[in-house]
């Protein structure tokens, strides 16, 4: 089993920035990835940025490019999302998520980031 818990959300004005932080305890063994996703309201969960545990190596939605970081601290038990330049259609819940190669994966219970105009 793996917890995520996140933490770090909030309501901010446009052009503010943000970092959010999920805390990854349990059985971590096998991990490939470790993601950042959001869903706004009315809307699909859609994935925001992905950190391959294995390489290190990152990828981002077109929508985030240049904004968002991903990162993970030495021992990769904490993940990182901070968010610059934010804009009001960065409102969402955003969930730390992880999978791993016996396809299980794990959600954390999302935290509301709110960006006002």
């Known amino acids: 089993q ?3 818990v996140e933490s ?3 309501l901010v004005q446009a052009g503010a920035s943000l970092r959010l932080s999920c805390a990854i305890s ?3 063994f096998g991990m490939y990835t470790m993601d950042w996703f959001r ?3 009315g ?3 859609e994935l925001v940025a992905r950190f391959w545990r294995n390489t290190d190596t990152t ?4 929508f985030v490019k240049g904004r968002f970081t991903i990162s993970t601290d030495t021992a990769k038990n904490t993940l990182y999302l901070q968010m610059n330049s934010l804009k009001p259609d960065d409102t969402a819940v ?3 998520h992880t999978f791993n190669g016996g396809g299980i994966e794990y959600w954390g219970q999302g935290i509301q980031v709110t960006v006002s105009s």
């Open 26 to 28: 349990g059985y971590t």
């Open 2 to 4: 793996v917890q995520l």
């Open 43 to 45: 809307k699909e969960r």
């Open 8 to 10: 770090g959300g909030g």
């Open 94 to 96: 955003y969930l730390c």
């Open 39 to 41: 869903q706004a309201p």
């Open 59 to 62: 990828n981002y939605a077109d």
